[in-house]
């Protein structure tokens, strides 16, 4: 029990450390993007179809963010998984995917994204004004300079995906 509820109590601080980084709407720092994204997979479960094999991150942007997110990687295994990052192309190529990111100037095919993301068992994570209210799972927002996070538990579990109680405290629930 006590090795349990340190664990909780480090991950919320760590999480909040990261979360409450100062982040210049200019300068969006992706490391800090990638760090949370990392801490997502301790807080989501996926179904068994898709706990085997590489743990693919597919990245709908540009170089700066898929840096970042492969040298989170480096070492790294979601359970007994391999990380794997892949640069996205098409919407079909979510449903390979655990974990879609689609950066903020690709926005507009977040519509064609969305249904496949939902059927394939993917958390689809943004980063725009509306992008938790419009059913991403995870939306990154800045808010009074500091990087958030916003949870819609709703499009999650409608991915069959599960969250944890810890991940949704720490969030801005929508949806």
């Given at each position: ?41 301790k ?8 706990q ?13 963010l898929t ?9 790294r295994?979601?359970?007994?998984q391999k ?8 919407s079909?190529?979510?449903n390979?995917?655990h974990?879609?990111y689609?950066q ?7 519509n064609?994204v969305y249904?496949k993301?939902?059927?394939g068992?993917?958390l ?14 995870i ?8 990087l ?15 969250v ?6 720490l ?5």
């Amino acid at each position: 029990m006590l090795v349990k509820n340190f664990r909780i109590i480090a991950l919320t601080v760590g999480l909040i450390l990261i979360g409450s980084a100062f982040v210049s709407a200019q300068d969006v720092n992706y490391k800090l993007h990638a760090g949370l994204l990392y801490h997502f997979t301790k807080h989501i479960e996926w179904p068994a179809s898709k706990q085997s094999g590489d743990f693919v991150i597919g990245v709908l942007g540009n170089a700066t963010l898929t840096e970042a997110v492969e040298e989170m990687a480096k070492n790294r295994t979601v359970g007994n998984q391999k990380i794997t990052v892949v640069q996205v192309k098409t919407s079909e190529d979510a449903n390979k995917c655990h974990i879609k990111y689609v950066q903020k100037f690709q926005n507009s095919q977040f519509n064609a994204v969305y249904p496949k993301a939902k059927s394939g068992h993917v958390l689809l994570i943004t980063e725009s004004e509306d992008g938790g209210k419009r059913g991403a799972s995870i939306n990154f927002v800045t808010i009074d300079e500091k990087l958030k996070f916003e949870l819609n538990k709703t499009s999650i579990e409608d991915a069959g995906l599960k969250v944890s109680s810890e991940l949704i405290k720490l969030s801005i629930p929508v949806g």
